[in-house]
C-alpha cells in the first residue's frame, strides 16, 4: 500500500504500511486482545475495567505519534513506554533488588543502614563478622593497642581561632557540611539546624547565605561566604563590607569561611536555576526573585593569594575577631604553597583550612566534573597537611576535612592523617531521611529534603528529624570514643598515621605514613620536601596563583 493511500492526518500518511501495522497496529491490537480476555473473564466491573484500559491506551498510542518531544515515542506509540517505565524503576530495582549490602553507589545499603539506624537510637551492631573482603586492595584497617585507653573523651572538642583570633571556637570533631537554602528545603534547613543545636556542634550555612531557617532555633553557624557574596552583596554582587559586619556579628555566627572550591564542582560557580529563585531566597541571597543565581568561579575580592590574606584580615576585623578560614578541594600543589607563602609573607595566617574531596557532595554537577576533576580527599587532606607543616604553620592552622564522612572508623582515619575535625554533608542528609534516590538536581526530592516544593517538604517533620540528626551526631562519636579506647589515646588529635594501615596487594599492607610522604616541621623552608614538595614550593609564588613555568 503506497504512503498516500493512508487515511488520516499528515502524521499517518508520513509512514509506510509496514510502518503502520507495526509502529500502531501492533500495540492497539494487543491492548484490545487484553481487553478481551478480560471481558471474557470477568463479569460486571471486570468488562468496564477492560474498556478503560483499551481507551487508555489507544488514546496513549494517538498521543504519543503526534508528539514531538520524544522520537522512540512516535516511531513505537506505546510500546516505547515500556522503556520508559523500565528507565523511571531502574533506580528502584538497582538499589533494593540487584545490589547486595555492600555495592551501593555513592553509598551502600550498609553504609546509609548504619546513618539510619543510629539516627533512629536503634541498636547498630553488625552480626557475623565482616561482609568486606580484607584481602583485596585499598582496604583501610585502624590497628588497636594490647593496653587500650579506659577513659577516651566522648565528645571531643578542637578549639579553632589562631594567635590573631580574638573569639577562638570549641567546635565538635563531627558537624554538618556546607549546604544552602535553595538546594535544600526550608524543612531540612531548620531540622538540622535544630538537630546541631540540640547536639551542640555546628551547621555550615553553605554559600546560600543565612536564612530565616538557620536562625530559628540558635544552633552554631559557620558563615560560607562564596564568589557571588550572598547576604553580603551590593546590587552588582560585589562585597559589601556593612552588610557583612550586620551579619557577622551576630553571636550565633560562630566562624566565616571562604570557599575558593568544591569537591563536587571544583573550579566552578554555583546555579540556581530562576525558577527555584522563590521570594525567600531572593531576600536571604540578596539577588531578584525568579531569576537565575550564578556564582561567579572566582572571586572579585582578591586574585592573588596576597590579596586573599589582606581580605581574611579585614574579615576577622568586621567579625569582631572571630575565626576566618578557607575552604577548597586541592588542586595543583604549587597554588596550595603560594597560600602558605602568602601566609608567611604578610604575617596574616588563616585560623582554618577546610579541605573538600573531589569525590564530590551534595551539589549537583557536570559527570565530568564530579567523576574526574579535583583530588579525592585523602590524597588532598595529605598534601595540605604537608604544606603546613613544612612551611612552619601547622600550630596556627587548623585543619578539616569533608568528603564521604559517615562513620566513626572515617572520621578517625581523616584524623590519623591530618584533620583536626571533619564535616558530613550527606550522612546528615540520611539521617533526615534522604533515600539516594538521586533526584537531588530535578526539585522532586521524595524525603522533601532537596525540594522547594511545599508538598513534597510536608513529608519532613522536623521535630522527628531534628532528634534523629542529634542521634546521629551523639551515636558516631560515642563509636569515634570506642575507636580511641582500642588504640590507646584519649582524643583524635593523638591519632597518628601508624595507627591506619592500607592493604596494598593480597600479601602486602603498609601504615599510612608509608603509602603518603609525610614532612616534619620547617621541611620545606630547609628544602628538605621531597622532589614533589620541594618542586611544588619552588614554583609557588604569593603575589599570584598562576604556575611558574
Not at 571533619?422 to 532537596?450: E, V, Y
Request: aromatic share 8%; glycine share 10%; with cysteine.
Amino acid at each position: 500500500m503506497p504512503r498516500s493511500s493512508l487515511p488520516g492526518p499528515d502524521f499517518l500518511t508520513s509512514i509506510t504500511a509496514g510502518q503502520y501495522w507495526r509502529r500502531f497496529i501492533v500495540p492497539i491490537g494487543a491492548a484490545c486482545t487484553l481487553t478481551l480476555l478480560l471481558i471474557y473473564r470477568f463479569d460486571g466491573w471486570g468488562w468496564w475495567v477492560a474498556m478503560g484500559m483499551s481507551g487508555f491506551f489507544l488514546a496513549l498510542g494517538l498521543f504519543d505519534m503526534i508528539q514531538t518531544r520524544h522520537s522512540l515515542m512516535r516511531n513505537f506509540p506505546a510500546l516505547a513506554r515500556i522503556r520508559w517505565v523500565a528507565e523511571a524503576l531502574r533506580p528502584f530495582i538497582r538499589h533494593y533488588v540487584v545490589e547486595d549490602n555492600n555495592e551501593g553507589k555513592p553509598y551502600t545499603i550498609d553504609q546509609r543502614a548504619l546513618v539510619y539506624e543510629r539516627s533512629k537510637g536503634e541498636n547498630d551492631s553488625h552480626p557475623f563478622g565482616t561482609e568486606l573482603d580484607v584481602y583485596t586492595d585499598r582496604y583501610r584497617w585502624i590497628s588497636h593497642s594490647m593496653a587500650p585507653e579506659a577513659t577516651p573523651e566522648t565528645a571531643p572538642l578542637v578549639t579553632i581561632g589562631g594567635p590573631q583570633c580574638d573569639k577562638p571556637y570549641p567546635a565538635s570533631v563531627f558537624n554538618i557540611s556546607a549546604m544552602s537554602f535553595g538546594s535544600l528545603s526550608a524543612h531540612a534547613i531548620e531540622a538540622l539546624n535544630k538537630g546541631a543545636s540540640l547536639g551542640g556542634f555546628y551547621h555550615d550555612t553553605g554559600e546560600g547565605s543565612i536564612s530565616p531557617y538557620h536562625r530559628k532555633n540558635g544552633g552554631d553557624l559557620v558563615w560560607e561566604l562564596g564568589s557571588g557574596y550572598f547576604g553580603c552583596r551590593d546590587k552588582a554582587g560585589n562585597f559589601d563590607p556593612e552588610k557583612f559586619t550586620a551579619q557577622a556579628n551576630d553571636p550565633q555566627v560562630k566562624m566565616i569561611e571562604i570557599k575558593l572550591s568544591q569537591g563536587a564542582k571544583p573550579g566552578r560557580g554555583g546555579l540556581l536555576p530562576g525558577h527555584k529563585v522563590s521570594a525567600e531566597i531572593a531576600a536571604t541571597r540578596g539577588i531578584e526573585i525568579g531569576k537565575d543565581c550564578i556564582s561567579p568561579s572566582a572571586h572579585s575580592t582578591f586574585s592573588t593569594p596576597l590579596e586573599m590574606m589582606e581580605w581574611a584580615a579585614e574579615l576577622r576585623k568586621l567579625s569582631g575577631g572571630k575565626p576566618v578560614g578557607a575552604k577548597f578541594c586541592v588542586g595543583h600543589g604549587p597554588e596550595v604553597m603560594a597560600i602558605m607563602k602568602a601566609m608567611l609573607e604578610t604575617g596574616v595566617t588563616l585560623d582554618f583550612i577546610v579541605v573538600d574531596g573531589g569525590e564530590g557532595g551534595t551539589g549537583a554537577a557536570p559527570e565530568e566534573l564530579s567523576n574526574h576533576m579535583g583530588r579525592p580527599l585523602v590524597d588532598g587532606l595529605v598534601l595540605v597537611r604537608n604544606a603546613l607543616v613544612g612551611a612552619g604553620l601547622r600550630d596556627k592552622v587548623k585543619l578539616g576535612a569533608s568528603g564521604k564522612v559517615y562513620s566513626a572508623s572515617s572520621l578517625a582515619i581523616n584524623c590519623a592523617i591530618g584533620a583536626d575535625w571533619c564535616n558530613a554533608a550527606r550522612a546528615f542528609m540520611f539521617s533526615l531521611g534522604c533515600i539516594q534516590s538521586l533526584q537531588c538536581h530535578t526539585g522532586r526530592c521524595p524525603t522533601g529534603i532537596a525540594t522547594q516544593d511545599q508538598s513534597l517538604q510536608r513529608g519532613l517533620v522536623i521535630e522527628d528529624k531534628a532528634q534523629r540528626v542529634a542521634n546521629y551526631h551523639k551515636a558516631t562519636l560515642h563509636a569515634l570514643s570506642d575507636i580511641l579506647g582500642a588504640v590507646g589515646v584519649k582524643h583524635p588529635r593523638d591519632l597518628r598515621p601508624h595507627h591506619v594501615q592500607q592493604r596494598i596487594s593480597a600479601a602486602e599492607a603498609l601504615y599510612l605514613d608509608q603509602l603518603f610522604p609525610f614532612l616534619d616541621e620547617g621541611d620545606l623552608l630547609e628544602g628538605k620536601g621531597g622532589q614533589d614538595y620541594q618542586n611544588w614550593w619552588d614554583k609557588a609564588r604569593p603575589d599570584s596563583f598562576a604556575l611558574a613555568d
